[in-house]
């Protein structure tokens, strides 16, 4: 008789064969092993087969899947239909698991069971100094509200695909993704209208290395304060205090920045003094000068890019009424 998992991982990969590699690795070497993997290759010009394969001689179990590139949530979409286990979970390819991860998660759910899971992330300490100021920039409570898992927050959990998981019961009544941007907030929000249950597994983290440089971080960014007027649209009354914050920061910094030069330059002194309070967090927190340094600008771009692309997408979508019909919203690429 074949044995059906408990739990079945699916992680979208578009060539990212080093990634891939350290990935399974790390499923390995977990200390649970009631799991399949199921790598879903969304096109990829250059295919994470043979590592996939040398993961199975190595006694994982995973089944790899190579499909046309149509996205991400369309490639989860794609594992869903495949797995077979009662839970599926969600990591990003970029992420490296610790080897208790599954047991860890196993025993919570046995404990206090929940429909809809997710964990934080960190950073190893083997990622670069630039990985690392950026993590701190997008997991700290002065820059985000600890809204990605954090032990303080400014918001009810909503757990993200770089570590997230569902029931199969979840599953057949709420279905699949949306091929949208912050696609994981609203998979969250359709599975909490529909009355199941979400909860953070805070000892269930996730190493994130976060593929981007600078540059990349504040087009991710921008790209997520956009989608958080697109999420405003779908569920009218999801937008929060704390996902405005950064649009009032890029705002307020702005006039405080011009006072600054017309009038005294004491009116600087409120944006000296945050980012002040950034590097010393920094500093406690990953215990190096460099990296808090390096904190510092990733703060800055997180703050005023994510800003940026809120003002811009209000604007446009609501002041304004440009885009996309609701209804086209609504109805995105395959989604339900």
């Known amino acids: ?23 399974l690795d790390s499923l390995a070497n977990q200390t649970y092993k009631d799991f399949e993997v199921i790598i879903v290759e969304d096109g990829s010009t250059e295919p994470c087969k043979a590592v996939v394969e040398d993961a199975c001689s190595r006694g994982l179990d995973v089944k790899y899947f190579y499909k046309e590139n149509e996205g991400r949530s ?31 998660i196993d025993k919570e759910l046995t404990q206090n069971p929940l429909d809809c899971f997710g964990g934080p992330d960190a950073a190893h300490d083997s990622f ?12 700290s409570f002065l820059t985000t509200g600890g809204i990605r898992g954090g032990k303080i927050s400014l918001e009810k959990f909503v757990p ?35 009355g199941f249950s979400i909860g953070l597994i805070a000892d269930s983290p996730v190493w994130h290395k976060r593929r981007i440089d600078m540059k990349k971080f504040l087009r991710q960014v921008y790209v997520f304060g956009m989608s958080r007027i697109t999420l405003k649209l779908l569920y009218p009354g999801s937008l929060k205090l704390v996902h405005c914050l950064p649009a009032a920061f890029l705002i307020g910094c702005i ?11 004491w009116f600087l002194l ?34 005023f890019g994510y800003g940026a692309g809120f003002i811009k997408a209000y604007v446009s979508k609501i002041l304004l009424g440009k885009g996309r019909d609701i209804q086209e919203e609504i109805l995105i690429r395959k989604g339900k």
Not at 1 to 23: A, C, F, G, W
Not at 172 to 183: C, D, L
């Open 255 to 265: 006039i405080l920045i011009i006072l600054g030069i017309a009038v005294s330059p």
């Open 160 to 194: 993200r695909t770089f570590n997230m998981g569902y029931s199969r019961k979840v599953y057949e009544q709420v279905g699949g993704f949306r091929e949208m941007f912050s696609e994981d907030i609203d998979m969250s929000t359709r599975i909490r209208n529909a």
């Open 74 to 104: 369309i490639a989860r979409n794609y594992g869903l239909e495949r797995a077979s286990g009662d839970y599926f979970i969600f990591f990003d390819s970029d992420c490296v698991i610790p080897a208790t991860y599954f047991e860890t």
């Open 1 to 23: 008789m074949t044995h059906t998992p408990k739990y079945s991982v699916i992680v979208p990969v578009y060539n990212r064969i080093d990634e891939v590699q350290d990935l």
């Open 128 to 139: 670069s100094n630039t990985q690392k100021a950026i993590n701190y920039s997008m997991t």
């Open 270 to 303: 409120p944006i000296g003094l945050y980012f002040t309070l950034i590097f010393i967090g920094a500093a406690l927190s990953t215990k190096s000068i460099i990296i808090a340094a390096k904190a510092v600008p990733a703060a800055a771009i997180q703050l």
